[in-house]
Each structure stands twice: as structure tokens, then as C-alpha cells.
């Protein structure tokens, strides 16, 4: 049989659970529902009109069977027979009924179809027992522990929907670096450093002085490009190789910035495994943190606490002047470096607070662990 007509009849098989779903509805669960909202002489005055509903009622086990077995046809034919393509048939993706795929509107009905007879099957054989069982305090403790529950997995699951969005972003942006290193080594690099020998070659064949300091100054700068380039290229390869070094790396942006200060670096927790994206923002937000204690703290001690648990904690404390309520506000005027930080906390998914006296500052970044941990 053609793709097409398995489609045409999958189609049909929704309509027709449709039409079962809708006797459920009709014969159990909306008489029912009147019912207990108190419109029960709207059910007689019903009943009186269409007889036909209470033999159906009488026979709610094959009405509610009936419309089963259509609407189990229904999910066979729309989702298993009809894609099937069979041995020397064409899919043609401009016409997705010839690849034996059913329209979305069709689809949209056999699932209303199945929400319908769930609702229906409620309606007819569970809320009656639940409303007798509803007197008992231990089903009401049940009801409430459900509800509990179901809370906090639907919870639970938009955290892990969350967490696994934002390590695909990470992994886009591993693979952005990745790319961008190879497209700055096959291209920039090379056709640098074509131009540095070219001008090498040029300098030494020019005989006038004027022009030779001109060569001699061009080829300078090339080779200072290529090692700039270079050193681009090394951070871009590393921060998508190396290992996690946070602790030594803090202690060295501590030793680079020659302060007055003396350091106290804390790991506690067995160091763990992290994704390279977000390893980089936290090392970029702590960096940025230790650069503002070395430079406008005017303290003598600084403490970087890194904590590893279920999640990451990164503190940096000093005992300086404080930062002035405004600035920790809004920030320095022609400076980001806060603001920049609580960005990147940001687009990992992690808290940074800042609190600031006149007996010091401390800035503590918390991350999730399902954020930033490999394992």
C-alpha cells in the first residue's frame, strides 16, 4: 500500500477515536461532573431527550473498551505503520505524506482523543472511590505526600532540562573556540608569517637606508603579531584541553598583580573534573575579584577559599577599606569589573554575592554542581 493512503487512513482511525472519546465523555464523565457541581435535574432533563446515553451508561465497559482499542489502532497507525517506508518507495520531503508522516492537526487529535478517555476513565471509575476514600485521614496524608512529590519532580526535571541546555551551550562554545583555533592557525597565522619572510627576503635585497629601517620595523611587528597570534592560539587550545588547575592558576593571577598582601588559599573537598566553559568564567570571576583586592582594597590579607562538594564554592575575603556603596551598586564609572563578573555568573547558571564593610569585602560565587561538573 501507497505511503500516502497509510497516511489517509491513519487519519481516518483519528477521527474515528475521536468520535469513541467523545461517547466516553458524553455517556460517563460529564454526567458525573454536572452532578457534582450540583446541576443533577440538568442531567434528568438530558437523560429524558437522549435515552440512548443511559444504555450506553449501563454499558460503560465496552464504551470506554471500544474506544481504546481505536485510539491504540490510532497510535499503530500514525506512528508505526504509516512511516514505515517500504522497498521502492520515494520520500519526498516537500510532500511528507509520500515519506508517511501524518499532519500535525491529525496528530493533535488523537492526542486530545487520548486526554479525553483518560479523562473520562477518571471521571467513570476512580473519582467515586476517591471521593469515599477522601474521609480518611491517612489517604488525605497520602494525597498531600503526592502532590509533594509530584512538585518536586516536575522541579527536579526543569532543573535537569536547565542544566543540560546550558552544557549544550557550553559544548557550542567549545566547539566555537575549537574552530576559531584551527580557522586562526590555517589562516591568519600563516599568511603573517608569509609576510614576515617576504619583508626578511625584501630587507636584505634593499639597498637604501630609509627603506631597510622601514623592512627592519614591518618585520618587528609581524613577528611581534605571530607571537601574539600565537599566544591566542595556545589560550584558545588550552582552555579546551587542560585540566582543572583553578587553585594554581588564582595563585598565580595573586602573584601577578605584586601586591602588598599576603595570600591564604584554601581547597577544601577533593578537586573535581569541570566543564572547560564554565571553568573558564569562574577562573575569570575570580581573577577579576583578587585583581580589585590587590589594587583598591589597601588590605594586607587575603583569603580564596575554593570549596568542592555537590557543588562549587569560590570565596575571596580581604580585610581592606571596603567598597563604597555606590560603586558596589552600580560599579566604577568607566569600569565593568563587577558587572562583568555577575554577568558571567550568569551564563553559568551561579549566584554572586558581594558583601562590603569597612572591615573588608568578600565575594562568594556559588555553582551548581550539575553546571559545572563533568562526573
Not at 536547565?162 to 592557525?185: G, I, N, P, V
Not at 608569517?193 to 619583508?199: C, E, F, H, P, T
Not at 635585497?205 to 622601514?214: G, L, S, W
Not at 587553585?247 to 598582601?261: D, P, V
Amino acid at each position: 500500500m501507497p505511503a500516502f493512503k497509510r497516511v489517509r487512513q491513519a487519519s481516518l482511525m483519528n477521527y474515528l477515536s475521536l468520535f469513541g472519546s467523545f461517547s466516553t465523555l458524553l455517556c460517563c464523565a460529564l454526567p458525573s461532573l454536572l452532578v457534582l457541581m450540583g446541576m443533577g435535574a440538568s442531567v434528568a432533563s438530558a437523560l429524558s431527550v437522549a435515552p440512548w446515553l443511559v444504555t450506553m451508561s449501563k454499558h460503560k465497559v465496552w464504551t470506554f473498551a471500544i474506544a481504546a482499542a481505536l485510539i491504540s489502532m490510532s497510535f499503530m497507525m500514525t506512528y508505526w505503520v504509516a512511516p514505515r517506508i517500504k522497498e521502492g518507495e520515494a520520500c519526498i520531503e516537500d510532500d511528507p505524506t509520500m515519506c508517511g508522516r501524518v499532519s500535525k492537526f491529525s496528530r493533535m487529535l488523537l492526542w486530545g482523543s487520548a486526554t479525553i478517555w483518560s479523562f473520562g476513565f477518571f471521571m467513570a471509575y476512580v473519582l467515586g472511590d476517591i471521593l469515599e476514600w477522601y474521609q480518611f485521614v491517612w489517604f488525605r496524608l497520602l494525597c498531600g505526600f503526592l502532590v509533594i512529590a509530584i512538585g518536586c519532580s516536575l522541579y527536579l526535571y526543569r532543573l535537569h532540562l536547565k542544566t543540560a541546555s546550558m552544557k549544550m551551550r557550553f559544548d557550542e562554545r567549545l566547539e566555537e573556540r575549537a574552530r576559531l583555533a584551527r580557522d586562526l592557525h590555517d589562516t591568519l597565522l600563516q599568511t603573517i608569517q608569509s609576510g614576515k619572510l617576504v619583508a626578511d627576503n625584501e630587507r636584505n635585497n634593499v639597498q637604501e637606508p630609509a627603506a631597510k629601517i622601514a623592512l627592519h620595523r614591518l618585520s618587528s611587528w609581524l613577528e611581534r603579531a605571530v607571537l601574539e597570534g600565537r599566544a591566542a592560539l595556545d589560550s584558545l587550545r588550552a582552555s579546551t584541553t587542560e585540566n582543572n588547575h583553578l587553585a594554581g592558576s588564582l595563585r598565580h593571577a595573586f602573584n601577578g598583580c605584586n601586591a602588598q598582601m599576603d595570600l591564604e588559599l584554601l581547597v577544601i573537598g577533593e578537586s573535581r573534573e569541570m566543564h572547560p566553559i564554565a571553568r573558564d568564567e569562574v577562573y575569570k570571576i575570580g581573577h577579576e575579584a583578587i585583581l580589585n583586592a590587590c589594587n583598591h582594597s589597601r588590605g594586607n590579607r587575603l583569603i580564596v577559599e575554593l570549596v568542592y562538594d555537590q557543588n562549587m564554592l569560590l570565596r575571596i575575603k580581604d580585610d581592606g577599606e571596603g567598597i563604597a556603596p555606590h560603586i558596589l551598586q552600580a560599579g566604577r564609572s568607566g569600569h565593568y569589573g563587577l558587572i562583568g563578573m555577575r554577568e558571567r555568573a550568569a551564563r553559568i547558571g551561579a549566584k554572586l554575592t558581594v558583601v562590603s564593610s569597612a572591615t573588608g569585602t568578600i565575594i562568594t560565587l556559588f555553582v551548581p554542581g550539575e553546571a559545572i561538573f563533568i562526573a
